[in-house]
């Protein structure tokens, strides 16, 4: 025991309640989405330019998109149903550690193989300029869905961690981001995330008129991380119908129902979750993404963990004030950095004071906030940003909880579950 020790010791935590938020349900069912897959890519003229013969490039991401491995795989199966031939093309700027293996690794983490689409997976950092910007930049995409006969981008919309405008996570930024690999994504990066609402576009723009684009395949998630619904587009649609995506998918956010707390614990964080490891749309704006206004308003931050599919990468840990030596032990800098570099995101991979155990990282967040109510401290515990269906809330909260008709308390207050070396379990 040293003295910070002894100064979180003095640090009394408070009971918690266990509250379910309510948010709205529409999904579609697991056993159901290849035949969604099928009936939305066969709308009239949707998938008509896949010819026979033709080899199409299907782009896979490096979120954890919900049916990510089945959705790939209905879409590869639809064009061989038109006696074209698939492949897959990880699309992921700079993540996997930047490199073929890792990029393979990464979408295989997801289930996305081989032997389970069907399709042969091409993973390459090599790029070709595909076009000019017609601001003085060269566009990149990767080599292999160049050379192909159509490419499918396919990809998860929603509101972006870094910057707002009408096209964030989605389609335009797949193609300017994802295809770019690592020298298109850092050409696309160079001027910042303030810049970003209007690089996107521009490069996506410059892909679809110079690079085989056939169709753009959109994907809605609900709250509960489970699938809403498809959205296929010709490419001369995807500027008008994605931001009409970006403001449906903004809907289904799975926001916290709270304005503010004291002290926000997050269980886990992870390119698998977010781009930034937790969403700041969900966890609120903190130094590492000055560009968002929204989200809960925390004093804290705790990070306790880091998840699985994230592979060591440890980007957006910036956003904390405290973690565990737990966490800190999994970083695996070299893919932090790379990412963090290609970005121009330092702020996301600084490291925050590192406490021997999430009771520690716990109260040494609560004994240096300024301006709460020390006997009635705000706190909240999530597991992460996409999973907030369930959370835990103050004692000092309750009140508030239960007169929010899209909250339901279950159960509490309890002390935190800590096990004899200060970790929750």
Same mark, same amino acid.
């Given at each position: 025991?040293?003295?910070?020790?002894?100064?979180?010791?003095?640090?009394?935590?408070?009971?918690?309640?266990?509250?379910?938020?309510?948010?709205?349900?529409?999904?579609?069912?697991?056993?159901?989405?290849?035949?969604?897959?099928?009936?939305?890519?066969?709308?009239?003229?949707?998938?008509?330019?896949?010819?026979?013969?033709?080899?199409?490039?299907?782009?896979?991401?490096?979120?954890?998109?919900?049916?990510?491995?089945?959705?790939?795989?209905?879409?590869?199966?639809?064009?061989?149903?038109?006696?074209?031939?698939?492949?897959?093309?990880?699309?992921?700027?700079?993540?996997?550690?930047?490199?073929?293996?890792?990029?393979?690794?990464?979408?295989?983490?997801?289930?996305?193989?081989?032997?389970?689409?069907?399709?042969?997976?091409?993973?390459?950092?090599?790029?070709?300029?595909?076009?000019?910007?017609?601001?003085?930049?060269?566009?990149?995409?990767?080599?292999?869905?160049?050379?192909?006969?159509?490419?499918?981008?396919?990809?998860?919309?929603?509101?972006?961690?870094?910057?707002?405008?009408?096209?964030?996570?989605?389609?335009?930024?797949?193609?300017?981001?994802?295809?770019?690999?690592?020298?298109?994504?850092?050409?696309?990066?160079?001027?910042?995330?303030?810049?970003?609402?209007?690089?996107?576009?521009?490069?996506g723009r410059t892909i679809l008129k110079n690079a085989p684009v056939i169709l753009g395949f959109g994907i809605l998630e609900n709250a509960y991380c489970e699938t809403l619904s498809f959205a296929a587009m010709r490419p001369d649609e995807i500027g008008e119908k994605e931001p009409l995506l970006l403001e449906e998918a903004r809907r289904h956010l799975p926001v916290i129902r709270f304005e503010s707390a004291d002290v926000l614990v997050v269980d886990r964080i992870?390119?698998?979750?977010?781009?930034?490891?937790?969403?700041?749309?969900?966890?609120?704006?903190?130094?590492?993404?000055?560009?968002?206004?929204?989200?809960?308003? %925390? *004093? /804290?931050?705790?990070? #306790?963990?880091?998840? =699985? $599919?994230?592979?060591?990468?440890?980007?957006?840990? &910036?956003?904390?004030?405290?973690?565990?030596?737990?966490?800190?032990?999994?970083?695996?800098?070299?893919?932090?950095?790379?990412?963090?570099?290609?970005?121009?995101?330092?702020?996301?991979?600084?490291?925050?004071?590192?406490?021997?155990?999430?009771?520690?990282?716990?109260?040494?967040?609560?004994?240096?906030?300024?301006?709460?109510?020390?006997?009635?401290?705000?706190?909240?515990?999530?597991?992460?940003?996409?999973?907030?269906?369930?959370?835990?809330?103050?004692?000092?909260?309750?009140?508030? %909880? *239960? /007169?929010?008709?899209? #909250?339901?308390?279950? =159960? $509490?207050?309890?002390?935190?579950?800590?096990?004899? &070396?200060?970790?929750?379990?």
């Amino acid at each position: 025991m040293g003295i910070i020790s002894d100064l979180c010791a003095e640090v009394a935590l408070p009971r918690m309640f266990k509250v379910r938020q309510l948010f709205d349900r529409r999904c579609i069912e697991r056993e159901r989405i290849p035949g969604v897959v099928f009936a939305e890519l066969s709308r009239p003229g949707l998938g008509d330019p896949v010819k026979k013969g033709m080899r199409v490039a299907l782009t896979c991401g490096s979120r954890g998109v919900a049916n990510i491995a089945l959705i790939i795989k209905s879409i590869g199966d639809f064009v061989k149903s038109k006696g074209a031939s698939p492949f897959i093309v990880p699309a992921m700027g700079s993540h996997g550690g930047a490199t073929a293996a890792g990029q393979r690794a990464l979408i295989e983490s997801y289930g996305v193989t081989e032997a389970y689409t069907g399709c042969p997976i091409l993973s390459s950092m090599e790029t070709v300029v595909i076009g000019e910007s017609g601001e003085g930049d060269f566009v990149r995409i990767d080599r292999n869905a160049a050379e192909a006969d159509g490419i499918i981008v396919a990809g998860r919309v929603k509101p972006h961690t870094d910057f707002h405008g009408p096209y964030e996570s989605g389609i335009m930024k797949m193609m300017a981001i994802g295809l770019g690999k690592r020298e298109g994504a850092d050409v696309c990066h160079a001027a910042g995330f303030g810049r970003m609402a209007h690089m996107v576009p521009l490069f996506g723009r410059t892909i679809l008129k110079n690079a085989p684009v056939i169709l753009g395949f959109g994907i809605l998630e609900n709250a509960y991380c489970e699938t809403l619904s498809f959205a296929a587009m010709r490419p001369d649609e995807i500027g008008e119908k994605e931001p009409l995506l970006l403001e449906e998918a903004r809907r289904h956010l799975p926001v916290i129902r709270f304005e503010s707390a004291d002290v926000l614990v997050v269980d886990r964080i992870g390119k698998d979750i977010s781009g930034d490891g937790m969403d700041p749309n969900i966890t609120g704006a903190g130094p590492c993404s000055p560009f968002i206004s929204n989200g809960l308003r %925390a *004093r /804290r931050t705790v990070i #306790l963990d880091l998840t =699985e $599919g994230t592979h060591g990468s440890a980007m957006g840990v &910036g956003a904390a004030h405290t973690i565990t030596r737990r966490l800190f032990d999994k970083i695996d800098f070299e893919a932090s950095y790379v990412n963090a570099v290609t970005s121009r995101g330092l702020d996301f991979v600084r490291i925050p004071c590192i406490l021997e155990n999430d009771r520690e990282a716990v109260q040494l967040a609560l004994r240096t906030c300024v301006g709460h109510e020390p006997a009635r401290p705000r706190v909240i515990r999530i597991a992460d940003s996409l999973h907030t269906e369930t959370i835990f809330i103050s004692e000092a909260m309750e009140e508030e %909880a *239960r /007169r929010d008709g899209r #909250l339901e308390v279950l =159960e $509490g207050p309890c002390e935190w579950p800590f096990d004899a &070396g200060g970790n929750l379990w």
